[in-house]
């Protein structure tokens, strides 16, 4: 019988992960939006692109360009879409890449949330609480991650491979591939338009390269 919540049209794979490929997994977050810009958790809300949002697409390109890409996803929220389309990527939507469902701290920034709690609350020790939508914990987040990977792994058999994507939803990607807990997201930060590359080194995950922007970043990533 089927499990009426496992997305028909994301079968696992016939085989296993392929052992060590040897292409590259991009990931580019999408560039600045309004609330990006401001801080406030931005999950499934489908805001666009600010001016410099469509700039860092562009200049988050010009890093890509030398990359054999067999298969490139983007998240199907316009930002990520807008963000691969200026960066000269030709993506295909997979909804499994959206950003985490906040609930009912969507829209709203850490400050506004701790003053309200009176604890340093944040998303990856604390979770969220269910809104107009009903909200993921961390642990769901990584189940879809784990299903992009799936997916993404057999084609780095064959070279490189682009997601296009969320911060939140990247770091948490990005553990799951390094095979720690999904809650290492919280140590690594992703800035807007920013480009980093994950692949093998000696027959194991690693990071090649981190956050790479038109410039160093001056303080963490809010959202």
Same mark, same amino acid.
């Given at each position: 019988?089927?499990n ?17 490929p040897?292409?590259? =997994? ?7 939006? &309004? #609330? ?9 809300? $489908? ?6 949002? +469509? &700039? ?14 067999? =298969? ?12 691969? +389309? ?7 939507? $997979?909804?499994?890449?959206?950003? #985490? ?6 829209g709203r ?7 309200? =709690? ?13 809104? +107009?939508?009903?909200? +993921?914990?961390?642990e769901?987040?990584?189940? !879809?991650?784990?299903?992009? =990977? ?7 058999? &064959? ?7 969320h ?15 999904? !809650?290492?997201?919280a140590?690594?930060?992703? $800035? ?10 000696? &027959? ?20």
């Amino acid at each position: 019988m089927e499990n009426p919540e496992q997305p028909v049209a994301d079968p696992l794979p016939d085989r296993p992960a392929p052992d060590n490929p040897q292409g590259k =997994l991009v990931l580019l977050r999408h560039g600045e939006t &309004e #609330w990006s810009r401001s801080g406030r958790h931005t999950g499934r809300t $489908d805001v666009p692109l600010t001016a410099r949002g +469509e &700039e860092l697409a562009r200049l988050a390109g010009s890093l890509v360009t030398g990359y054999d890409f067999r =298969l490139i996803l983007t998240s199907p929220l316009q930002r990520a879409r807008r963000t691969a +389309e200026l960066a000269g990527l030709d993506a295909e939507v $997979d909804p499994l890449l959206v950003e #985490w469902d906040y609930g009912g701290y969507e829209g709203r920034t850490t400050k506004d949330i701790r003053a309200e =709690l009176g604890y340093n609350w944040s998303a990856f020790t604390h979770g969220v609480i269910r809104g +107009e939508t009903p909200g +993921e914990t961390v642990e769901e987040v990584a189940a !879809r991650a784990s299903r992009v =990977l799936t997916r993404v792994l057999p084609a780095m058999a &064959e070279g490189d491979v682009a997601l296009i994507a969320h911060g939140h939803y990247l770091r948490i990607l990005t553990a799951v591939f390094l095979r720690a807990a999904p !809650r290492f997201g919280a140590a690594i930060t992703l $800035d807007a338009g920013s480009v980093s590359v994950l692949g093998f080194a000696r &027959e194991q995950p690693a990071i090649l390269a981190w956050n790479h922007g038109p410039e160093l970043p001056l303080q963490p990533s809010e959202s």
